[in-house]
């Protein structure tokens, strides 16, 4: 027990060289192109030379696409209920903004201005303007942009349900952080079609898969920022919690969580673009929304019509980053009333 | 038994710190393991005892291991060997539930960087020790507000901590570690940010606060005349290491090494020394002229009596309480006492 324990990453290694190897028997042999016979290839030393060998193949994509099918085969029902969900939650907050009447809305968004900026008129006039304009642009926008907004929100409560508590769970152990670090390296860095279309193909065109990859093309950001900021908290504010007996609970929820809440709105605020950006991308995959207009126009090579709902998306991605920016300021201001206000 | 005990303990900082056990334990001094190993010697061999109702002022350069030592006390590091026994247990035995009850009820600390909660106005970070005791709002607000009046901060009491200036959350911190009425209390350079009237208040504050209630209380402080006013003994530390624990006459009388004798050199000597330590008993002092004495009490600081003697040129003679003749301060003794280094 103590031989391993010391000699723990010798044996990983090991470990991992028998996976290596395991992986080039099973590609051999699984390989079509592969000499009749092995000994071919210790006599003609050919296939060290030029073009790499036909036969030297890793048959990933065989596998992933077999996995995949079984996946949808086996498991479809779970799929199936994910769908149901995710659609029932766009419809209800689509169908709201959607039946409202566009005045409300606009007095909506102006209200909810108002008090995430701490009251500040100027925000809140700029922003009252700017969903005016979407629906000034082009009247079918209006619909389009609720549409497109609908979405970005499930996909952003998604994110907020499960970003958060990871960036907690990351910000306690060191362990953790270090398992879920490289998946959000992976999420951020493969290329949105690679789960675009697997999202297709369990879930079907439309909103759903745009939900999917709205979450993972945003939830990054949220997690790495909710760590840091729990991380960030003076180290002396923390020992005074513990130096007066405060539970690891009364910890995180009365004295981290509040001083990283700034730095978690600036996540949310980063998720909240991000996700904008996924769902217009989404509009190549058949999701309704301002996505599609863009699409519309260059498809119809129509300049005028493409730059008009660029200006809507533009005008979007303002209203709804100077909501989520300006309550984490108000929240700053909160607690480092040093900068003060009136200068 | 002491109220605390401070058993053989070590502290090293880094990413082994085990590995490096054996080196210390031979003597290497704390430059050479870190240059050889990378590793920091917070403490290094620190054994000390601390008895209840004293005032333990713990003294040493910036670095010499203060802070790490006083964290040990409530565990909020732990050491990587040795034993730290506080009212007959030892605190590294507790569990999770026993360890947070301890710090809720047995001690309370103040911080060298304030510590104060960036979120909670003043009210509610004086209020924190006893939100976490599990005490009713109403009766937290009314001790907090007690605590507040008590370091001169009312009417601030809706504030936050950046709203004021380094002196008043330092008297923030202070309130906060009192408001929790704690037997213990660790106070990390309680003082430092305090004007030196303030400061002079807060002290006097503490005498009749210890005079009261006979609390025991770990005091860090780089200021020496302070340490000679509040402490009932003083440890010095070196680079981790504890090189003198004595009574502050002891450590001005007898410095163990040039480290302390550099610490005690611009101390006010008269302000330290009370008659009895510097007389000579009856028996010894035939040699002093008895024609032209004053009388002076055996507890007074020579500083109090100093002036008439130097005035007049004359002995002292040292009574005790009841009047009792002790001894004799020679004139010319009087004056190497005050500069004997
Ligand atoms: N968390 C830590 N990690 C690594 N080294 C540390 C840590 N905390 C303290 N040290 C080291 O331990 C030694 C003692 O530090 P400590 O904070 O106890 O000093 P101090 O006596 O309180 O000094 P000051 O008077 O400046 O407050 C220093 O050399 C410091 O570098
Ligand atoms: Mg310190």
Redesign the pocket.
Known sequence: MEALKKNKKIFFNIGLLAIFVWLLITSYSQSKRKPDNIGELLNDFSWLGGKWPKWLDLPLMNWINSGFKTLNEKYGYIFEAINNVLLYMLMLVKNFLIQAPWPLVILGVIVLTYFASGRKIGTTVFVGFCTFFIGFLHPIFWQKAIETTAIMLIGIFLCVVAGIPLGIAMARSARTRNVILPVLDLMQTIPSFCYLIPGIMLFGLGAVPAIIATFIYAVPPLVRLTDLGIRLVDTEVIEAADAFGASKKQKLWGVQMPLALPNIMQGINQCTMMALAMVVIASMIGTRGLGDEVLLGLQQLNVGRAAEAGIAIVLLAIVLDRITQSYGETLQERTAPNTKKGK | MSKIEINNVYKI?GNNPQSVMPMVREGANKEEVLEQTGH?V?LDNVSLKIEEGETFVCM?L????????IRHLNRLIDPTDGEIIVEGTNVMSFNKEQLIDFRRHKMSMVF?RFGLFPHKTVIQNVGYGLEMQGKQLEEINKTAMEKIEAVGLSGFENQFPNQLSGGMQQRVGLARALATDSDIMLMD?AFSALDPLIRSDMQKQLLDLQSELKKTIVF?T?DLDESLRLGDHIGI?NA?KLVQVGTPVDIIMNPADDYVKAFVKDVNRAKVIKAKIIMKSTKDSDDIDKTNLIKVNEDQFIEEFLPQIVCSNSNCEVVDKSGNVKGYISNKELQTSLTKS
């Open positions: 900082f920091t917070g040493g910036s670095g010499s291991g203060k802070s790490t030592l060298q350079e860090i780089h530390l981790g």
